[in-house]
Every structure is written in structure tokens, then in C-alpha cells.
């Protein structure tokens, strides 16, 4: 079982960053991928980014690349999502998610979530 609680967002202007946190119990943390998926009103969830269980590969959705940074930090059970250049349709709820996958995009391979962080940028 992992309890996944993400922090970190909040209302920023277009073209700010944000930092969002998602911080695990359990000590299997490093046995998982991570990713990061949102959610707009009226929208379904999306992909945004995972990364592997070490934290040494990457992969984004288009539409964050080259915006979006994440990373993890095994040893305080911690993901990271950096967000730069924000835009008015990032705005969203955003999760994190655990997986014992590797390079899926599709929630229902996820098995853990956490309840989300509101994530929203004025134009």
C-alpha cells in the first residue's frame, strides 16, 4: 500500500512556476514509477509526466515538454513536479500517481493516487 498527498499549487500568473510535491508513506516507494496526470473541469485526466523507479528516465506529454520537470527523491519518499512558463490551459487539478509499470499514460494502469492539488494560472 502507498499513500500518495500531493501540496504545491496554488493561483499563479501566466508564464509563472509552480512547484507541486507529492509526498509517499510506505517503504516501498523505490519499487514504484511515479506520475503526474491532470484534470480540467469538464475534461478527462490526462498524462503529464512518470518517472522510473531511480529517478534516471523521464517521459512528458508534448504538451509540458520542455515546461515540466519531474523528479524524485527516494530517500524522503518525495516526487517533484516543476512547472515553468505556465499557461491558462494548464490549469487544472493535478494528481500523482504510483505504478509498477513503466511508460504508461492511461490511469487505469496506475494503482495509487493521491486526492490532488488545485493548480490554476490567470491570464
Known amino acids: 500500500q502507498v499513500q500518495l498527498v500531493e501540496s504545491g499549487g496554488g493561483l499563479v500568473q501566466a508564464g509563472g512556476s509552480l512547484r507541486l510535491s507529492c509526498a509517499a508513506s510506505?517503504?516501498?516507494?523505490?519499487?514504484?514509477?511515479m506520475g503526474w496526470f491532470r484534470q480540467a473541469p469538464g475534461k478527462e485526466r490526462e498524462f503529464v509526466a512518470a518517472?522510473?523507479?531511480?529517478?534516471?528516465?523521464?517521459y512528458y506529454a508534448d504538451s509540458v515538454k520542455g515546461r515540466f520537470t519531474i523528479s524524485r527523491d527516494n530517500a524522503n519518499y518525495t516526487v517533484h513536479l516543476r512547472m515553468n512558463s505556465l499557461k491558462p490551459e494548464d490549469t487544472a487539478v493535478y494528481y500523482c500517481a504510483a505504478t509498477v509499470l513503466w511508460e504508461v499514460v492511461t490511469t487505469d494502469q496506475y494503482d495509487y493516487w493521491g486526492q490532488g492539488t488545485q493548480v490554476t494560472v490567470s491570464s
Open positions: 518517472i522510473s523507479w531511480s529517478g534516471g528516465n523521464t
Open positions: 510506505g517503504r516501498t516507494f523505490s519499487s514504484y514509477a
